[in-house]
């Protein structure tokens, strides 16, 4: 089952790679949430080396690069996303290492090598969390940190109306249609397809962090300020930032 979802995956992003291209990506960690510009999770990326899981169209590692980090690496699934980012790193002047392979198998990436490892909103779409963690612990030096976030499990717990797509909010309050304690795969309409991924509970987050041999330092799950003080939009998105969180982000550091 776990291939057929990774296969299904990558055929979306194959195909939807160019709708996809430069979103989600740092100083932005997630939806309506805090900023790199907030938590300075990478102020001493200069003269680093740098791997990204799940690089997408590359933005991130860009965004790096002009912060000074010395050597980069991306892994992603999706060839169509890394033609995207090798031109996008190539035309910044950088000279990229670019992996095409699933999170969860085994690549020619160095061991003990990287200061840091992380993933902007790509980690949660993993069908081994566990081994997932445990290859990024690898692949980092002792002492070297690994930065992710993703979408928080109480958002996909609220129900989405059938006609609209939006969450559904219903007199000021939420309306849940999903347990919080359910892990199983969800299936997620978007575009003309369905892309599908787990949704675990923080605690399967926080215990696989410590079984791959982490210490978390920061976890993160605030909705921004400013959309938080926001009193003229009134869509059901930034009502439900109102009172849940849409993302979350750790800082881990490997011992």
């Not at 799950?221 to 009502?239: G, R, Y």
Request: charged share 25%.
């Amino acid at each position: 089952m776990e291939e057929q979802i990774i296969e299904k995956n990558k055929k979306y992003w194959d195909d939807h790679a160019d709708l996809w291209f430069g979103t989600t990506a740092l100083p932005k960690y997630g939806v309506k949430f805090a900023t790199e510009d907030d938590l300075h999770f990478f102020s001493e990326v200069e003269g680093k080396k740098v791997l990204e899981i799940c690089c997408g169209s590359g933005h991130s590692l860009k965004y790096l690069a002009d912060k000074g980090a010395e050597e980069l690496w991306g892994l992603d699934l999706s060839q169509k996303q890394l033609d995207n980012a090798g031109e996008l790193l190539k035309e910044s002047g950088c000279n990229p290492k670019l992996i095409c392979a699933p999170m969860e198998a085994d690549s020619d990436i160095p061991q003990d090598y990287f200061d840091y490892v992380y993933s902007i909103y790509g980690i949660g779409w993993t069908t081994d969390l566990e081994g997932t963690f445990k290859k990024a612990a690898s692949y980092l030096k002792s002492g070297g940190y690994f930065i992710f976030s993703w979408g928080h499990p109480l958002h996909y717990c609220v129900a989405k109306s059938y006609e609209t797509g939006e969450d559904v909010v219903y007199n000021g309050a939420l309306v849940f249609s999903r347990s919080y304690f359910d892990e199983s795969y969800l299936k997620m309409p978007v575009h003309d397809t369905t892309v599908t991924f787990a949704n675990r509970k923080i605690s399967t987050f926080v215990n696989a962090l410590y079984d791959a041999g982490f210490i978390i330092e920061k976890m993160i799950e605030q909705t921004d300020e400013k959309s938080l003080a926001d009193t003229e939009d009134n869509s059901p998105k930034a009502q439900k930032a109102k009172m849940v969180p849409l993302s979350m982000c750790f800082k881990c550091r490997k011992l």
